[in-house]
């Protein structure tokens, strides 16, 4: 169990968003990549929410591997496309494309509107042998009218959140880390923990 060894696999190939996590977790909790578990296995992601996907994800490896499991998806919910991308963001531009296009689809598709306002919103879902829990992390912000910035990843390029006047991909990647949906769902999933350990 988690709360015995301390590890968590967390179930993503995403090599950014693995090396968020394991920047925004404390030290006690060591986050298991799915190559250090010489899992090499496409995750199956086919859900139609947030929520669905997060699920699918954790318990899919954790099925696999029978050890404690996290998963996240996240969605760019832009009100005035009212919620889209959100758990299509992936694959806004058609599968097999990239951020790039991605980007350049929601950039034309906002390009009539005055309301830019947005969340990106994950959700982190854990899955032990006897438990399922669903952890939620929002922060709100506006699209950008055209990408800037390189650090980060996916839409970071086009999202300023509230009270900032640069993007996500402008600002160092601590900045990013301190307020992001995936910090915010992060440090709830952590609360969690440390509240589980305390109950044993
Ligand atoms: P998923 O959670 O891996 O399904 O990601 C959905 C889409 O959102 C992908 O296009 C990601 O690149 C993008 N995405 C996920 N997290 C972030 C983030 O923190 N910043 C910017 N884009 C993200």
């Not at 578990?37 to 929520?51: A, N, V, Y």
């Not at 005055?114 to 032990?128: G, K």
Request: glycine share 8%.
């Amino acid at each position: 169990m988690t709360r015995k060894t301390g590890k968590l696999v967390f179930a993503t190939n995403n090599s950014h968003k693995l090396h968020e996590l394991r920047s925004i977790l404390p030290a006690h909790i060591q986050l298991l990549s799915l190559a250090d578990i010489d899992c090499h296995t496409d995750i199956p992601e086919t859900g139609e929410t947030l929520e669905e996907n997060s699920l699918q994800k954790a318990r899919f490896i954790h099925d696999l591997c029978g050890m404690d499991c996290i998963a996240d998806d996240t969605g760019l919910e832009v009100n005035a496309l009212d919620g889209a991308p959100g758990v299509y963001s992936a694959r806004y531009a058609g599968d097999g494309h990239d951020s790039k296009a991605n980007m350049e689809l929601l950039l034309r598709n906002m390009a009539t509107h005055t309301d830019r306002s947005a969340r990106f919103r994950t959700v982190i879902t854990l899955v032990t042998d006897d438990e399922v829990h669903a952890f939620e992390g929002i922060v709100t912000g506006k699209i950008a009218t055209e990408p800037a910035g390189d650090s980060g990843f996916g839409y970071d390029p086009v999202f300023i959140p509230t009270g900032w006047d640069m993007t996500f991909a402008q600002a160092p990647e601590s900045r990013k880390n301190a307020i992001s949906h995936r910090a915010v769902a992060s440090h709830r999933l952590v609360e969690f923990l440390n509240s589980a350990h305390d109950r044993h």
